[in-house]
């Protein structure tokens, strides 16, 4: 303040400038004006003579000598111009919280047979781009469902995914362990993560929908069922499973394939998945009657097999064995790895009138029956030995992308980011397979096709009381699946995480043997 009295001068009649006075506070009338300084610093600590009238202010700030009477149409424009900014804040804040309640809000309605809430109690990174997670699930009656998902990003060259068959035959069982302990011990695999796949009838073992492992159809019944497949960049596209196969001949003509490693009245198709013979001997398809009576369960699709059913079905398939050896048979060789959507040229290697024989290697062996116009081209010598033919395996649905890898299952849970659950094609399989509460098993992916969802719901007393169908799709959106499909659960529901069995929770002695597996797997480094 000394130095204020320096620079501002001592004596009668100094002016003080408006900006020396930093905290001064105007009324409404603009007349009176309220010094902040407090009693002790007062003009004369300062040695300041201010007029008792306050005149040093005229010159220096306009105040008029009486209150300025505003018109109705400036005191509108005034009322507006303070107000309307506060107003359009009210009208925001009232918008955001509107939205805010409404992210809020849950996505599932609580209705019975709906989840009501879930957390995540467990959440590990397997490798980058795989994650395990375990997921308690609250239904809407309160009981809980625990849920093992397994997320995977797609397209990462550190990984593959593939359909691994049992025993890589058709008909045949393996647990969902062994398979993995073999295919980490045979073919260099070192697997991340896996689940049990496709449903498979009783009897003959066969998986029920399309199977498709590295490009070579596994099975293909004609159930109108959906599937998921798999291209060549892994990415993954939920569509129906309908596919349609031919053979083309030098000359041009074509010849359609009525069944893939299956029995029909047409030509037939067998690859290395059918066995080692062609046709497969019957005595080592492994039908075990004694087990007729465990498979009828709530969780089977074929609750209607007995143990005589079983007996009758072994013997059809004993007389279609004999059958089979009297057909002409085609060997071919793959000159290119085969793929769906995608023209396959093959080397004709022999051509014999009956009998049984081996499947080559990286071939197939075409079975035409008798008086069919394909037998009738073999005879006229237009098909022999050192031809080349092309196979066409095409879906009924985009058939322009290939194809490498498929399952198929059924129900199809979400589809478009809609719960969908196909109750009229299940019906016919009772209800405890729709709604019973059972343990499940479910794939699915997201909107870009880009993550790959795999799911198993556990059911163990007092840990988890598994899901219905409906329950399950309403988890799966939730989850982040825009498209999700229902494959065989039950008893079959397994899930291995690296070289931990996780479902069923007993482990091992628990597993039922399954017909295939979708299996995450990555290779093993090269030792030095």
Known sequence: MLN??????AGSGAVVPLLCIPFISWSSAWKNVVYPFPNALTSRSLGLSVPSDRSFLVGALPVPAHPVALSSSQKKRQKQ?????????????????RSAKKRSAPNVSVRPGLIRGMTIVYDTLVVPGVIYRRVDVVLAD????LVHAVTC???NPRYGIELVQAHDRVGRLETLPALTRRLDSSQGKIVLAAINGSF??????????????DGEIVAATGAPWYALWLDRRWRPWLDTGGIRAAVYLSDGSTFPIDAINATADGVQLFNRYAGDSIPPLPGRMPVELSTAQ???TGDTLDPQWTSDSLAALLGAVQRQWQFEQQKPKVLLRYLRQPMVNQSTPCLVLQTLDSGSTEVPLRGCVLTIPHEHPLQKVIGNGKLKRGDTV???VRTLRNDSIPFHTSIGGTPLLVKNGIVKPQLVDTSRRGSPFVEQRLARTAIGTDVIQSVLYLVTVEQS???????????LAEFMKTFGASDALNLDGGGSATMVVGDRCVVPPGGVPQCRAVANALVIWRRKPLSR
């Not at 204020?4 to 001068?9: A, I, K, M, P, Q």
């Open 4 to 9: 204020l009295t320096r620079w501002l001068g």
């Open 81 to 97: 111009t303070f107000r309307q900014p506060r107003v359009r804040k009210m009208i925001h804040a009232k918008r955001r919280g």
């Open 142 to 145: 309160s009981m809980h469902a």
């Open 153 to 155: 990003v797609v397209r």
């Open 200 to 213: 498979w009838r009783a009897g003959t073992r066969q998986p029920l929908g399309i199977s498709l492992s």
């Open 294 to 296: 465990r498979l009828i």
């Open 390 to 392: 092309i196979l066409q």
């Open 461 to 471: 007393p007092g840990r988890s009381v598994g899901m219905s169908l409906r329950e």
